[in-house]
């Protein structure tokens, strides 16, 4: 695993703030953007480990934040995208990444989540999900072509969730890979920093050469586990994890 900017930094970036319009990419228009477009053309996968997932409630007229687990207590991958950014003030190469979103209108829970578009057709709320990932597709995904990319955006199915309303309202989104993902008033938001896993030759050789300049002590950095295997909240007690990936 890797810390990065939750949202997405192409190259035309000035600064981090881009990040709160990038951090979820619509998988209908994801080829199209010049935000995401280059990320999904490489392709560069990661995956998004998460805790939890929260959304708004608006069934009973106001909001009420809505925490979403696996059903079997693993922790949940939402498939995402990555890219390198440099940073023009301090001339250092960042990691950055973003979270994929489907459409939710038949998913039987997520179809529940947010406030409804009064202007929409029932049928047509365009309400939104992340793209979580069964476990056993993990490998494919952070490998997978540009043309098969698209095979992996599915819903997950609800027998896979467990789902309850928060026993507070939370007052702020965490990251991913530490407490999951909180939306407020109605969207999601990013914190600024959160951990993916990525599988890229290319992604690999950046993060050692990142390594091998950072002054800190070598016991900071270490091998990461993958999202829903045993070792997972060990490893997201460190400040930086290396990437999972082969080389």
Known sequence: MV????????????????????????????????????????????????????????????????????????????????????????????????????NADEHPLFKLMHRPGLKRPPDKQDKRMVAILPEAQYGEWLDAPPERSMDFLLQFLPSDLRWWPSLRRQRGPSRPGDGGIRAGKGRSSPTGRGRVIAR?????????ELVAQDPRPRDRVGAGSIPGSRGTSSAQSWSRCSIWGSA
């Open 3 to 102: 810390e990065g900017h939750f949202g997405l930094l192409p190259g035309f970036a000035k600064d981090a703030k881009l990040g709160l319009k990038t951090y979820n990419a619509r998988s209908e228009t994801v080829r199209e953007l010049a935000s995401f477009k280059g990320a999904w053309a490489k392709p560069r996968h990661c995956i998004v480990p998460c805790k939890a997932i929260y959304e708004p409630d608006w069934r009973a007229g106001k909001f009420i934040p809505t925490r979403f687990t696996a059903a079997n207590d693993e922790t949940l991958g939402v498939a995402g995208l990555w890219l390198p950014w440099k940073n023009p003030e301090t001339a250092e190469w960042e990691l950055s990444f973003t979270m994929l979103t489907i």
């Open 200 to 208: 890229q030759l290319e992604a690999l050789r950046w993060l050692q």
